[in-house]
């Protein structure tokens, strides 16, 4: 009925609906490091397989047009949108049941099967786009529609396909024992409960491993600061350490469970007395990354020395390394070197590291 009868231009209307969906989604989810943001996760995994049932319709769109256009430039890009989505996909499906390998890539070096999933769908995004604009008056005139109560009913029906879906594929999953049963909410894979040191190393792109001998080790505070102060590896071995057991979780795919021992950033900061027009805090590394946190933020982090009982090594950011529990992989810096105190907010910090 209303089903069946659905026209090309809702079909494709309802599928962008779910890729515009997917995409924001996808680029939240690695932001996303405690289980309150979960369900970016879910409606991620959610409006992908709500396309399953879509495609259905959309394969007999394709060959119409196809049938109608033949080939010509604009039918060629869309045939390789086509290929790039069902790389996507196929990726991101087979990482969260089976499992599936990575490969080496340029400039992005070693890469998980998520990795790749990623990667295709950065591609896939324009491609897209261009896909859109060079059949926008196909939409266009569906447009009106997107938020009419007509539409309700369908968002809802492949709303719940989707879900019903996604929880398949999940139970499935767990009841086979494929190994996207261990993943985290974060889809992440385990790679090293307590093990120390080994579990894998990741930087960020070119980001060097700079040797740092501890003697030479400073570690400045200053910005909003009353106090500005310099420590020395003594100074900072002066303060009392504290463990705490927290998941380092990096957005390729992979997480390790640590126990971390080192010196709460809170006590740094009350020894350097913050002022009270300071709002953020920016992690320095000896490389030049750094991470802006909101105050309160990283009051409640950790510079460690230790990684379960063992010395961090030179790879893992010795001297010292932020552990910043609930955060992503990437907001852990390495090897911190300065502790700046700012007035801008804590959320002006591109969500992603960029520099
Ligand atoms: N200085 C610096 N810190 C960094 C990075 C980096 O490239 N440079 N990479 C980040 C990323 S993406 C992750 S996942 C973790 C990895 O920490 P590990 O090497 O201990 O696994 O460090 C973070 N800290
Ligand atoms: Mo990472």
Redesign the pocket.
């Known amino acids: 009925m209303t089903l069946v009868a659905l026209s090309t231009r809702t079909v494709n209307l309802l599928l962008l609906v779910c890729l515009v969906i997917t995409g924001v989604s996808g680029i939240g989810s690695f932001l996303v490091g405690h289980p309150d943001g979960a369900w970016v996760f879910w409606t991620h995994r959610i409006a992908s397989l709500a396309m399953i049932p879509l495609m259905w319709w959309k394969i007999g769109i394709i060959v119409q047009s196809y049938a109608k256009r033949g080939i010509t430039l604009s039918t060629v890009l869309s045939a390789v949108s086509a290929v790039f989505f069902v790389l996507t996909f196929s990726y991101g499906v087979l990482w969260a049941t089976v499992g599936v390998g990575g490969g080496r890539l340029p400039i992005l070096g070693n890469t998980s099967g998520l990795g790749l999933h990623v990667t295709f769908a950065g591609i896939f995004a324009p491609l897209l786009i261009v896909h859109v604009v060079n059949r926008w008056d196909q939409i266009r005139a569906r447009m009106p529609d997107f938020a009419k109560r007509r539409m309700a009913m369908r968002y809802a029906i492949f709303g719940v396909a989707g879900l019903l879906l996604w929880r398949g594929t999940e139970t499935t999953t767990t009841q086979a024992g494929w190994e996207g049963s261990e993943r985290r909410f974060t889809g992440s894979k385990p790679r090293g409960r307590f093990t120390g040191n080994d ?6 792109l070119t ?1 060097p491993h700079p040797r740092i001998e501890a003697d030479e080790w400073r570690l400045r505070i200053d910005g909003l600061v009353l106090n500005r102060m310099t420590l020395t590896m003594d100074d900072f071995e002066g303060y009392e350490q504290q463990s705490i057991e927290a998941i ?1 979780d ?1 957005t ?1 795919g992979w997480f390790t469970e640590q126990r971390w021992t080192g010196v709460p950033v809170r006590d740094l900061l009350d020894d350097a007395k913050v002022r009270d027009s300071a709002r953020s805090v920016v992690f320095h ?1 000896e ?1 030049g ?1 750094r991470r802006r946190y909101s105050v309160r933020q990283a009051r409640r982090m950790l510079l460690a020395v230790e990684v379960t009982d063992e010395t961090i090594s030179r ?3 010795y001297p010292v390394r932020l552990v910043a529990p609930g955060h992503r ?2 907001g ?4 911190v070197v300065r502790i700046e105190l700012s007035d801008l907010p804590g959320w002006l910090e591109s969500p992603l590291p960029l520099q």
């Open positions: 579990y894998p190393t990741v930087n960020w980001d380092l990096c390729g590394s490389t990354y790879r893992k950011g992989g990437f852990w810096v390495k090897w």
